[in-house]
């Protein structure tokens, strides 16, 4: 509910002529605040009434529904209250219609309302409504803006249409639209998705030339993108760039470059960036351990894997089943069965959940180590 403004209080030495100009002032503000305040109440007696409407909720009664609170066409204002209000509950349908109603009616659409039913395309991953209306602006007077392209690119993202997502950004270029940390955010998103990690590069040095404030998500983003075309050396480079800004860093992009380094099992570049992190002061989490556990397990180097299981465990971090599994399996590979027998001894004491990983790369240890009794009782423990 709007309310009147405070009123003022004159002092008694005022003019008369001023005291008369100070009243009419107060009461054009008070019959500005009453008629906001009907237009709010008559706004949310539409969305009331159009969220009770039963489904499927056709064009007809969508329409009728607005034609008998807004007989001369809504304010502006109050289009933007009700599309929001709609979006806010997820009734795509309803208010798809009421921009229909608009267009047919020839009443004002602008930028704020597309805004509105983009961002609740967003929110129910509709892509192709988000796109359709979206080049729908291109056509009317509405110029799209960074939010509402940061809106469609996100339908698209959590549409999996990440291809798309980017085109828009290509379009967002075109159009000299300024765009901001969200969009270079969502944008090398898309990269990391499709693993187009040579134009991750490109839009770091776009966010550094046209001074837009980076994000650890816009870092670690990039660098997983090198991880998934396994360029760990171009990872690499990528970090020694993001050390140079200044930025921060921390433990999500430490372990992004040491995970891009462990899949390629570089696994001894891995560790110089974990001294990286204890020359920093940045803590190393049980993430940046199994991660440096699944490169040692990928290399073969069973007396790394092994150590980094003790050093989590006196670090109280080894207390899912992924470590122990990793361990196991590195174990098992270099030959040194008895030593993943021993982790296998120490895993089934522990109180985690064991998973199919697990029991998978304990079984193989107790058959290259011919151990058929504990191999039996890790069936078993299966079975049950």
């Known amino acids: 509910m709007f309310r009147p403004r405070n009123t003022y209080h004159l002092p008694s030495h005022a003019s008369l002529d001023t005291q008369r100009k100070c009243c009419q002032v107060m009461c054009e503000r008070q019959v500005h605040d009453n008629s906001l305040e009907v237009k709010v109440d008559e706004t949310q007696s539409a969305l009331s009434s159009l969220l009770c409407l039963r489904v499927p909720r056709h064009s007809n009664k969508v329409f009728a529904v607005l034609n008998d609170f807004f007989p001369h066409g809504p304010d502006p204002r109050a289009s933007t209250g009700l599309l929001r209000g709609l979006a806010r509950h997820s009734a795509l349908d309803i208010a798809l219609l009421t921009l229909s109603w608009h267009t047919v009616n020839s009443y004002e659409l602008n930028k704020f309302h597309h805004s509105a039913v983009i961002d609740a395309c967003a929110k129910t991953a509709?892509?192709?409504?988000?796109?359709?209306?979206?080049?729908?602006?291109?056509?009317?007077?509405?110029?799209?803006?960074?939010?509402?392209?940061?809106?469609?690119?996100?339908?698209?993202?959590?549409?999996?249409?990440?291809?798309?997502?980017?085109?828009?950004?290509?379009?967002?270029?075109?159009?000299?639209?300024?765009?901001?940390?969200?969009?270079?955010?969502?944008?090398?998103?898309a990269c990391e998705t499709i693993s187009a990690w040579e134009k991750t590069s490109e839009l770091l040095c776009t966010m550094a030339r046209e001074r837009v404030e980076s994000h650890v998500i816009c870092f670690s983003g990039a660098i997983s993108a090198c991880k998934k075309s396994s360029e760990w050396r171009q990872a690499s480079r990528l970090f020694a760039v993001i050390a140079q800004s200044q930025a921060e860093l921390d433990s999500v992009i430490y372990n992004?470059?040491?995970?891009?380094?462990?899949?390629?099992?570089?696994?001894?570049?891995?560790?110089?960036?974990?001294?990286?992190?204890?020359?920093?002061?940045?803590?190393?989490?049980?993430?940046?351990?199994?991660?440096?556990?699944?490169?040692?397990?990928?290399?073969?180097?069973?007396?790394?894997?092994?150590?980094?299981?003790?050093?989590?465990?006196?670090?109280?971090?080894a207390t899912t089943v992924i470590p122990c599994s990793v361990a196991i399996s590195a174990c098992a590979k270099g030959g040194e069965w008895e030593k993943a027998l021993q982790l296998v001894g120490v895993a089934t004491q522990r109180k985690v959940e064991l998973d199919a990983f697990f029991f998978s790369a304990a079984i193989g240890a107790c058959k290259k180590g011919e151990s058929w009794d504990k191999a039996l009782h890790l069936l078993s423990m299966m079975a049950q």
């Open 256 to 317: 992004a470059v040491i995970s891009a380094c462990g899949s390629c099992s570089e696994w001894e570049k891995a560790l110089q960036f974990v001294d990286a992190m204890t020359t920093g002061k940045v803590e190393l989490n049980a993430i940046t351990a199994n991660t440096l556990m699944s490169a040692f397990e990928k290399a073969s180097t069973w007396e790394k894997a092994a150590h980094m299981f003790d050093t989590m465990s006196n670090a109280m971090m």
């Open 126 to 189: 509709m892509w192709t409504t988000a796109l359709h209306l979206f080049s729908g602006m291109a056509k009317s007077k509405a110029r799209p803006d960074s939010v509402i392209v940061n809106s469609v690119m996100s339908s698209c993202g959590k549409g999996s249409e990440w291809e798309k997502a980017f085109s828009i950004f290509d379009v967002m270029a075109e159009s000299k639209l300024e765009a901001d940390r969200i969009t270079f955010s969502t944008a090398i998103s």
